[in-house]
Structure formats: structure tokens, C-alpha cells
């Protein structure tokens, strides 16, 4: 079994409706991240999470929300979906004990804003 | 953050050493150089990453410059399956990794 799960894998959605994308670790790891990709470009940090009671803002966070529900689960909202926010969402884990901040990616959701 | 110039794209043929360069010329003292790669869309993949030293494992090698403005990772017998995107990440203490456009390296038959 994958040790960084997404889901759903892929999603279409319409302007306006609010969406959330989950994100499962098995890894143990206390550091998760959510990062999106647009096309032809590199990923972006939109939210990192040190522990459940640690949220920080990455470098894009306006128009997203996050929630730790707990030490494995890691999701992302969009209140408010719109059509620029089309992109391909990744989920990552790290763990500080282990390899130094090598980070560990899920399989991405893909999500369309119509 | 430091900035990094990487190619474009690149090819190589299978079965031969991939050399992908990366310059980062402004990187600061206590930046580590990461490289990750992503395989079509997939979540990135780490690879590799080091200080100044040298550095091998069983995916790559990674060869710093004494004056670390620059490093290359060497895929030491390219295969098919190595066709992807390869990012080089300088990056301190902060949680961020800076993924820019990274370079597509194509293993052709």
C-alpha cells in the first residue's frame, strides 16, 4: 500500500462550490505539506503542518484552508472554488529523524475549476 | 533562497552516464543542495542531496564545486525509466522547497 494517499485522484468542480482534497499518511511522519503545480511549472508551497496543533501559510495561500485532523491526516479546502486554482495538488510528508527534510509526494489530485 | 539556472532539457542515451548540471551561484553557507525528480505528473521523487562533499547513494551521485556555485548529479547508467523532470533545490532551515522549472532529461533507446 502507498504510504502517502490523496484522494480523489481527479476532480471537476464548478466556480463557486467548496471542495476539499484528503491526504492519508502511514509513514509516521509529524510534517505534512500541500503543494500545487500548474502546468509547465515547478511546485508551489500553499500549506505545511508541523504537528496537529501547527498550521503554516506557504508562499500561495490566499483562497485555500487547511485542517491536521490528526497526526496522519492533512486536508485542503477551497471555500470558494474558481477557475485559476485549476491545477495538479500534491500532498507531502517528512519526518525530521529521518532523512534531513527529504520529503515524501502522494500521487497528486487533479482538479479542474469549470 | 537561493536562485538556480538549470538547462532546459537534455538527452541522453541509454545505458551511458547523465550529467545534469545546475549553477547556483548565490547559495548561502548553510544551504543544502536537493535534487528531486518527477516522472510524468507523478509525485516528485528525492534523490539526492549534500552540503559540499560528494555525495552517492544507490540512485545517484552528486558533485559539488569546491566553491559550491554549482553541483552536477550523475545518473551513472541512465535507463529509460529515468525520463523526467530533475529539480536541484538549494535550501537551509526553512520548511520550503523551491521547485523552479527544473530540466527535462529524455533517456532515448
Known amino acids: 500500500d502507498a504510504d502517502v494517499t490523496q484522494t480523489p485522484r481527479n476532480r471537476i468542480t464548478k466556480t463557486g462550490k467548496r471542495i476539499m482534497l484528503e491526504c492519508s499518511q502511514t509513514?509516521?511522519?509529524?510534517?505534512m505539506y500541500w503543494y500545487r503545480q500548474d502546468p509547465g511549472l515547478g511546485l508551489r508551497l500553499i500549506y505545511y503542518s508541523f504537528d496537529v496543533k501547527d498550521i503554516n501559510k506557504g508562499e500561495i495561500s490566499d483562497g485555500y484552508s487547511v485542517s491536521r485532523q490528526a497526526q496522519a491526516k492533512f486536508s485542503l479546502s477551497l471555500e470558494s472554488a474558481i477557475p485559476n486554482q485549476t491545477a495538479l495538488y500534491f500532498c507531502a510528508t517528512s519526518d525530521l529523524h529521518g532523512r534531513a527534510y527529504e520529503q515524501f509526494f502522494g500521487p497528486g489530485t487533479r482538479l479542474t475549476v469549470l | 533562497d537561493a536562485k538556480t539556472t538549470q538547462p532546459t532539457s537534455m538527452d541522453c542515451a541509454e545505458g551511458r552516464a547523465a550529467n545534469l548540471p545546475c549553477n547556483h551561484s548565490t547559495i548561502s553557507g548553510n544551504e543544502y543542495v536537493y535534487w528531486y525528480r518527477q516522472i510524468h505528473s507523478q509525485g516528485p521523487q528525492y534523490i539526492i542531496h549534500g552540503l559540499k562533499n560528494n555525495e552517492t547513494n544507490e540512485m545517484a551521485s552528486l558533485i559539488i564545486t569546491e566553491d559550491r556555485k554549482s553541483s552536477t548529479l550523475i545518473l551513472p547508467h541512465a535507463t529509460l525509466r529515468d525520463t523526467a523532470v530533475y529539480y536541484c533545490?538549494?535550501?537551509?532551515?526553512?520548511?520550503?522547497?523551491?521547485f523552479g522549472k527544473g530540466m527535462k532529461l529524455t533517456v532515448n533507446p
Open positions: 509513514k509516521g511522519h509529524d510534517r
Open positions: 533545490i538549494p535550501r537551509g532551515g526553512s520548511e520550503k522547497l523551491v
